[in-house]
Nanobody
Framework: QVQLVESGGGLVQAGGSLRLSCAASGRIFRINAMGWYRQAPGKQRELVAVITSRGTTNYADSVKGRFSISRDYAKNTVYLQLNSLKPEDTAVYYC???????????????WGQGTQVTVSS
């Protein structure tokens, strides 16, 4: 019903930058929060950043001041700007959206397929 398609991952040197994008499509009545999570090898998936429907943002302590989340409400798209990247930022980054599919439905969580970010030292 709802698809999230991510793009923008890749290989970058420490100190470099990347911009991730995630576009939601399908049966969408309204999108509540959208966010980014990441999962490094052998570790649990963790929240990186989230932005609510009103534009309120929240970041993991490890990325504050380096990453920035933004959203294009008309395009149902969320972005994550990654600056001053460190090797420990290496992970698969997943997009998440809480989507209401019809007027009477409750919100459900949807996930993208993930995009690899690799930071070399």
């Amino acid at each position: 019903q709802v698809q999230l398609v991510e793009s923008g991952g890749g290989l970058v040197q420490a100190g470099g930058s990347l911009r991730l994008s995630c576009a939601a499509s399908g049966r969408i009545f309204r999108i509540n929060a959208m966010g980014w999570y990441r999962q490094a090898p052998g570790k649990q998936r963790e929240l990186v950043a989230v932005i609510t429907s009103r534009g309120t943002t929240n970041y993991a302590d490890s990325v504050k001041g380096r990453f920035s989340i933004s959203r294009d409400y008309a395009k149902n798209t969320v972005y994550l700007q990654l600056n001053s990247l460190k090797p420990e930022d290496t992970a698969v980054y997943y997009c998440n959206a809480n989507v209401i599919t019809t007027m009477l439905a409750v919100g459900g969580d949807y996930w993208g397929q993930g995009t690899q970010v690799t930071v070399s030292s």
